[in-house]
């Protein structure tokens, strides 16, 4: 498979000083207007997923302001969990075997590790600079590669940066490849590398070989 240019700014360069930009919620779907006194839903696993993730992005908007309401964050992080925890049961959907999946940061060595039935079955090396997170290349053990490993990992890295609100900024081709393939964590990276980002994408899928040829 042909991996996008790496022409994104490398984070060994010197970099100009600027004020950071103001991060997007993850999702790109367009949230209804928020209404501080809606009700939030006391059992949310009776809520739809389209629902929980509008009403994750709008909690979020409650979040991303100057004096956020004290019961903002908690139904956050209760909607973020209950979106992984689906997330979690899909990808376990048709598979034979009943593996178990761990997901941690390991910042003792600055690192994205995730363990399979408890083996270390791939990493994310990253770079963490002020509120963004540079992910620099990611390793992943033969034995898991044919079975959607590479994957599962770099979903479970991206969730993480949203959860704790931090810009990626994607520098090895497998986190490349996986934002050109899922384009709604794709306002998780800054503003302008974004824009730069998408017109790889484009001049990449214009340069792909196309079937009726």
């Known amino acids: 498979m042909e991996r996008l240019p790496q022409t994104l700014d490398h984070p060994t360069a010197q ?3 600027s004020t950071p930009s103001r991060e997007l919620p ?8 928020a209404t501080p006194g809606s009700a ?8 739809t997923t389209r629902e929980l993730r509008l009403l994750c992005n ?18 956050y992080d209760a909607l973020i969990g209950e979106l992984e925890r689906r997330e979690r049961q899909a990808a376990q959907r048709g598979s034979a075997d009943s593996a178990r999946e761990t997901f941690r940061d390991n910042a003792l060595f600055s690192r994205f590790e995730l363990f399979r039935n408890g083996v270390m079955a791939g990493y994310v090396q990253y770079d963490m ?22 994957s599962v990992l770099m979903q479970a890295v991206l969730l993480n940066a949203h959860r704790r ?25 800054p503003a302008r590398q974004r824009r730069r980002f998408t017109l790889l994408m484009a001049s990449r899928a214009e340069a792909a070989p196309r079937d009726d040829a």
Do not use: M, N, W
């Open 15 to 17: 970099e100009k000083a």
């Open 26 to 33: 993850l999702h790109t779907v367009e949230a209804p207007p």
């Open 40 to 47: 939030f839903p006391e059992d949310l696993a009776t809520v």
């Open 58 to 75: 709008r909690t979020f908007q409650h979040l991303d302001t100057d004096h956020p309401a004290l019961e903002a964050r908690e139904q």
């Open 129 to 150: 600079r002020g509120g963004h997170v540079l992910l620099l290349h990611s390793v992943i053990d033969p034995r898991f590669q044919r079975i959607g490993v590479e």
């Open 165 to 189: 609100r931090l810009a990626v900024r994607p520098y090895c081709p497998e986190a490349q490849d996986f934002l050109a393939a899922h384009p709604r964590f794709l306002s998780l990276i």
